[in-house]
């Protein structure tokens, strides 16, 4: 039986400057960081330490791949991310370069915003309505 989701795979064109992005600019933590063989090089971020679920940045090597950066999710959010404090984490994200796409608003289940990462992907910051 499925349990959970544990890593989700995102095509990137550099993973120094990728790794840059998601560690200096969104604050998330390596969680793995190692070289199989020479052009093999795995890279896994997540949030925070104890997060269930990783991104592995993946260092594109086809053409097709090429193709997918910055389109992993079509025109769509294509991956969100829960904050306890929205208003909190949009400012301190804003101070360290990150762009958002409008204003935090009402969503369904919340609050949210979008914003896109170092690739174009569209990525949303949500707050979940406290009961």
């Not at 679920?53 to 959010?77: H, N, S």
């Not at 949009?90 to 204003?103: C, I, M, N």
Request: proline share 4%; aromatic share 10%; glycine share 10%.
């Amino acid at each position: 039986m499925i349990k959970k989701a544990i890593q989700l795979t995102l095509f990137v064109h550099d993973l120094k400057e990728a790794k840059d992005f998601y560690v200096n600019k969104l604050g998330f933590v390596v969680r793995e960081e190692e070289e199989f063989e020479p052009g093999w090089r795995y890279l896994a971020v997540s949030p925070e330490n104890g997060n269930e679920t990783m991104i592995e940045l993946a260092e594109a090597k086809t053409p097709k791949q090429e193709q997918l950066i910055g389109k992993q999710g079509g025109d769509t959010v294509m991956l969100m991310f829960e904050s306890d404090h929205i208003e909190r984490d949009v400012s301190d994200l804003q101070e360290r370069g990150v762009v958002f796409q409008g204003e935090i608003q009402g969503v369904p289940g919340g609050k949210g915003v979008v914003f896109k990462d170092l690739y174009g992907n569209n990525l949303d910051l949500f707050e979940p309505r406290k009961e």
